[in-house]
């Protein structure tokens, strides 16, 4: 019998990826076989890290773990995850103010491919009130935010705000 391999894509900017994203995927990890993480190209939005930049940290995150990919994508979510044989789009909920935008993209993505399902998974108790915004603000004038993203991605934080310190 042939194994079913039930593929997850989760998208975003992960301008950089943070403890909250990673809390997303081991949940995805739960219930599909191989998640994509996928870093949205997208030249009209201005972003603190490269493309390459934001890829290298996540890849180094996860040390090559084999039900993880790391790739980029521009233009349609949905044709995207189609060329994945992808069957689901994550994303994860922090509180009720996700909810508005994440409701209509779900919707529009299902307008474009109904074949794409969207699962919202809730994020730890922990990650409720971060984001990547909020963790580059607090960084950018030297607030202490070691717990809330990976060790690779704290050291190229460091990198780019020189009042941020070990
Ligand atoms: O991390 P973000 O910025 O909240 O991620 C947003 C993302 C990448 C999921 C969204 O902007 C997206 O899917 N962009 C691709 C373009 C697309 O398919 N748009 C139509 C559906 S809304």
Request: without cysteine; aromatic residues 10%; glycine residues 6%.
């Amino acid at each position: 019998m042939a194994t079913l391999n039930k593929i997850a894509i989760y998208p975003g900017s992960f301008d950089p990826l943070t403890n909250g994203h990673i809390d997303i995927i081991e949940r995805a990890l739960d219930i599909f076989d191989q998640v994509i993480i996928a870093v949205l190209h997208n030249p009209s939005k201005k972003a603190l890290f490269t493309m390459d930049e934001r890829v290298q940290m996540i890849k180094q995150s996860f040390n090559g773990q084999s039900s993880i990919l790391v790739d980029s994508f521009g233009g349609l979510l949905v044709d995207y995850a189609k060329m994945k044989n992808a069957v689901a789009i994550i994303r994860g909920m922090r509180a009720l103010s996700d909810f508005e935008s994440e409701f209509q993209m779900a919707l529009m993505n299902r307008k474009l491919n109904k074949e794409v399902q969207s699962v919202f998974l809730m994020t730890g108790f922990r990650w409720i009130f971060t984001s990547s915004s909020i963790i580059k603000e607090a960084a950018q004038f030297g607030g202490d935010i070691s717990d809330m993203v990976p060790e690779t991605v704290k050291l190229k934080l460091m990198e780019k705000f020189p009042n941020l310190k070990e």
